[in-house]
């Protein structure tokens, strides 16, 4: 997906490798309710896909299928990070 404001995630070099170049962008931005099938259809053979997922995940991008996931599955993806984050041990280490 092209990228039209300031985003946290700079290197977007990626994009020039993105299966939807030259693809309607709005078959990524279905209307509610409406199939998401095709966008991910074109997804599916994408080299960068998990670029563009990481991208959408770091950015927190509401809208869209990015890396050929809906926001519903990022937001699955984000809480579970979340999860093993806050289980994962805390390293201390000590400085002399
Ligand atoms: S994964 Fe999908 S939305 Fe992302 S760059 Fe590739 S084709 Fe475009």
């Excluded at 997906?1 to 977007?12: A, H, P, S």
């Excluded at 896909?49 to 937001?75: D, P, Q, T």
Aim: net charge positive.
């Amino acid at each position: 997906m092209r990228i039209g404001r300031k985003q946290v995630m700079l290197d977007t070099s990626w994009q020039d490798l993105a299966n939807c170049l030259g693809v309607d962008p709005d078959l990524f931005f279905p209307e509610r309710g409406a199939s998401t099938r095709e966008a991910k259809e074109v997804c599916r053979g994408c080299v960068v896909r998990e670029h563009c997922l990481e991208y959408a995940l770091a950015n927190g991008e509401k809208f869209g299928i990015w890396g050929g996931m809906s926001e519903r599955e990022r937001r699955r993806i984000r809480r579970s990070r979340a999860v093993a984050r806050q289980a994962a041990p805390v390293v201390v280490t000590e400085t002399a």
